[in-house]
């Protein structure tokens, strides 16, 4: 399964069920094991991140503030030097800088 980050990963929140979590940066840890009080479903592959200033989840009428819980892959960007990965219709193409 291709993932979006990786253990390791500095990554910004890009997408959030809470508007506060939007531009957070968070470090992912490891994969999340998809249970617990915050676990998160029908959103894919989730990661255990930390963040430096607590994250906000809602579940039901309750909600939680903590540093470290669970973040869909799908809901991060990783910040790496390197360049992002290209749509699979470019793959084979050159790229010239001016």
């Given at each position: 399964m291709e993932?979006?980050?990786?253990p390791g990963d500095l990554a910004i929140i890009v997408v959030a069920q809470n508007a506060p979590n939007l531009g957070l940066i968070v470090r992912v840890l490891q994969r999340h094991s998809g249970r617990g009080k915050l676990a998160m479903k029908n959103v894919g592959l989730l990661w255990t991140c930390e963040c430096a200033r607590p994250m906000i989840w809602t579940v039901k009428d309750r909600v939680f503030l903590r540093?470290?819980?669970?973040?869909p892959d799908s809901f991060m960007r990783p910040i790496r030097g390197e360049p992002p990965l290209l749509p699979s219709s470019t793959t084979g193409a050159v790229l010239e800088s001016t």
């Open positions: 993932t979006i980050c990786r540093k470290r819980g669970p973040v």
